[in-house]
Structure formats: structure tokens, C-alpha cells
């Protein structure tokens, strides 16, 4: 089974998705919007799960790539409304998924676009690495400034 770790929502992914599926792949969208709005992932000494919303499932155990396209930000339950709770829960969550894709490749899952490496294709944190290591780096702007 492939996992694509993204949303429903996401037309790149369900494009990669019917692709493989008519390359007979066993796909599963992990959907990281439905996080707080019923969708579970569970993780326990035996076994790894993702239940969807919808009520779809998979076991992790099965998988044996996991694309990381996009994380998107998790829908709370209306009732969250202190903005510190909201940041709490969306760390849990993300320390659980990326923790446990990393755990999988860890454990010779195949991964596309590694989580933690991701972090690295930050345009300034690659400028300043590139600076830091002392590659010439033309003048750069990144701004949302448009008089800049």
C-alpha cells in the first residue's frame, strides 16, 4: 500500500492517486485536515492506524511508501476557540504523524519528501546554510513588501 499524507481536498494528490490506483497500487490519502474532526491515528506497541472521517482505514504495518505532499493545517472543533489550546493540539498532532512516518522509514517504509528533510527546502534557511558555509550568494529579496 502507498500512503499519501496530504487531504481530499488536495487535486495533486488525488490525481497521483487515480494514476496509481489504475497501476493497481493500493492507495490510502491520509487526510492531516480531518485531524480534530474525526479522523484518528493511532499508534500503540502492536500496531499503527489511520482511520479517516470518512471511516476508511489503514493499517500502517501495510504500507510500504509514504508520499508526504503537503501538510495542511488541521480543522479544530469549533468549541477550541483559546488560541494556545489550538497550538497545543496542533503540535500532538503533528509530533504523532511526522513522528510515526519517520518511524516507518525508520523501519525501511520507503519515503517521498521526508518530513524533518523538508524543513531543509526553506529558501532562507538554505540562503543562510549557503552563506554560513561560504558560498557566494547573489543579493537576495524575499519579501511580501511590494514597494521592496
Not at 493500493?26 to 484518528?40: P, R, T
Not at 488541521?74 to 504523532?96: G, I, K, M, S
Not at 511526522?98 to 524543513?119: F, I, K
Amino acid at each position: 500500500m502507498i500512503l499519501i499524507v496530504s487531504s481530499l481536498l488536495d487535486r495533486h494528490a488525488q490525481v497521483v492517486a487515480r494514476i496509481l490506483e489504475r497501476r493497481r497500487a493500493q492507495i490510502f490519502i491520509g487526510d492531516v485536515m480531518e485531524f480534530s474532526a474525526g479522523a484518528q491515528l493511532s499508534l500503540d506497541a502492536h500496531e499503527l492506524a489511520w482511520t479517516r472521517a470518512d471511516g476508511h482505514s489503514a493499517r500502517l504495518a501495510d504500507v510500504h511508501s509514504v508520499w508526504c505532499r503537503r501538510n495542511f493545517a488541521p480543522n479544530f472543533d469549533p468549541a477550541l476557540r483559546d488560541a494556545c489550546d489550538r497550538d497545543f493540539v496542533r503540535r500532538q498532532w503533528v509530533e504523532l504523524l511526522w513522528g510515526s512516518v519517520c518511524t516507518m522509514g525508520a523501519q525501511g517504509t520507503r519515503l517521498v519528501s521526508e518530513p524533518y528533510r523538508q524543513q531543509a527546502a526553506s529558501k532562507p534557511l538554505q540562503l543562510a546554510i549557503a552563506r554560513r558555509l561560504g558560498l557566494k550568494v547573489p543579493e537576495t529579496l524575499i519579501s511580501n513588501d511590494a514597494d521592496a
